[in-house]
């Protein structure tokens, strides 16, 4: 009799531990970070920011660190909600500057249509480089 009464006990105590498990496994949400969107709009998809960020990196020819800084709790990841790169803002107004050259010189309104980007002025390298050399100016008489 002890020992139908001791499977009952380890029975009931595994089925508690077994609930107590599934309900926090339920609760416990992937707490990821919102997209720190300032110059993007806030409904994008995560799909299209990873387009955007890839362009990014390839227009530049940097990685991800470059503009994001790395995690607080776990320096081997990003915390790319952080603005503690100046990086970061940097390419915020250099997003919103081609929006402009974009709309007030080539009416960019559709998809598809030439315009100025990343790499129009990058050119794979991380500093844009001028590749117009100006003629000197003329001798002073």
């Known amino acids: 009799m002890y020992q139908l009464?001791?499977?009952?006990?380890l029975a009931g105590i595994?089925?508690?531990f077994i609930l107590m498990v599934g309900v926090a496994a339920t609760t416990v949400q992937d707490k990821k970070p919102k997209p720190n969107l300032k110059v993007?709009?806030?409904d994008i998809s995560h799909e299209e920011l990873e387009k955007?960020?890839?362009g990014f990196n390839v227009s530049l020819g940097v990685k991800c660190n470059?503009?994001?800084a790395p995690s607080k709790t776990n320096p081997k990841?990003?915390?790319f909600s952080s603005d503690e790169k100046p990086e970061k803002n940097v390419a915020r107004d250099m997003m919103r500057m081609t929006a402009k050259i974009n709309k007030k010189y080539f009416d960019y309104v559709e998809e598809g249509k030439t315009v100025i980007?990343?790499?129009?002025c990058h050119n794979g390298k991380e500093h844009?480089?001028?590749k117009i050399t100006l003629p000197a100016p003329p001798p002073e008489r």
């Open 77 to 79: 990841k990003l915390d």
């Open 128 to 130: 844009p480089e001028s």
């Open 66 to 68: 470059h503009c994001h």
């Open 117 to 120: 980007t990343c790499i129009t």
């Open 5 to 9: 009464h001791k499977k009952k006990f």
């Open 14 to 16: 595994s089925l508690v």
């Open 52 to 54: 955007i960020m890839k």
């Open 40 to 42: 993007l709009p806030k």
